[in-house]
């Protein structure tokens, strides 16, 4: 249990253009993901808490415009970076937390494989 | 000052050896506590949750001192397949504000 995939799991883009990355929980449900940005040989920073249903909580310095999240349901949240720029080329991470299943620790976040973003 | 501290190493250590680990936090409100380990360029993937009274399992031991404000890993019998990063993860307040040391790296040497 506690299966969290992320598609695309890479993507190039043009500067400029948007990008929309997936994080779904393959088979629990999650009230709460969250989102991740880890640039080269740096830890995690996380960007943004999403639940599903209300709008995301952003971090400081986090631009809620560029950086868009949605989360309808309790097994999918969105990020799509808005016009993006070669700044904005990273490693991106979703984790969600382990939800109301009797199996799984609710405290824990188990995290997607990622996406790595490059943007030219 | 951070709010998790981590020594970024590399600790480079051989094959059977023991080493251990320590992070520091600095908000007292912090209430779970976490070791990740994250393979390069991989996803983290979490290695055990660390418990008040301390917890084992198998080579790995983890503690907790609020006291001091650290967390403790220490991996026993070093295998080559322990390279990688350990990331230590704090959480506090019910908004689960979760916050990553930056790591520290560990290469076992045949």
């Known amino acids: 249990g506690a299966v969290v995939s992320q598609h695309p799991s890479w993507v190039i883009c043009k500067s400029g253009t948007s990008v929309k990355i997936e994080c779904r929980s393959l088979?629990?449900?999650?009230?709460?993901m969250f989102w991740y940005r880890q640039f080269p040989k740096q830890s995690l920073m996380l960007m943004a808490t999403?639940?599903?249903?209300?709008?995301?909580?952003?971090e400081q310095g986090v631009e809620k415009d560029k950086f868009l999240i949605n989360h309808a349901s309790l097994t999918l949240s969105t990020l799509t970076v808005t016009s993006a720029h070669p700044e904005d080329s990273s490693f991106y991470i979703c984790?969600?937390?382990?939800?109301?299943?009797?199996?799984?620790?609710?405290?824990?976040?188990?995290f997607g494989p990622g996406t790595r973003l490059t943007v030219l | 000052r951070k709010e998790v501290e981590q020594d970024p190493g590399p600790f480079n250590v051989p094959e059977g050896a023991t080493v251990a680990f320590n992070c520091t936090y600095s908000n007292s409100a912090s209430q779970s506590f976490f070791w990740y380990r994250q393979d390069c360029r991989k996803e983290p993937k979490l290695l055990m949750s660390v418990y008040s009274s301390g917890n084992e399992d198998g080579r790995f031991t983890a503690q907790l001192n609020r006291a001091s404000q650290y967390i403790s890993l220490l991996i026993r019998d070093s295998k080559l397949s322990d390279s990688a990063t350990y990331l230590c993860v704090v959480k506090r307040g019910g908004y689960q504000k979760v916050t990553f040391g930056t790591g520290t790296k560990l290469q076992v040497i045949p």
């Open positions: 088979d629990f449900q999650a009230t709460t």
């Open positions: 999403s639940n599903e249903g209300s709008k995301a909580t952003y």
């Open positions: 984790s969600a937390l382990g939800g109301t299943s009797g199996s799984l620790d609710t405290d824990t976040q188990y």
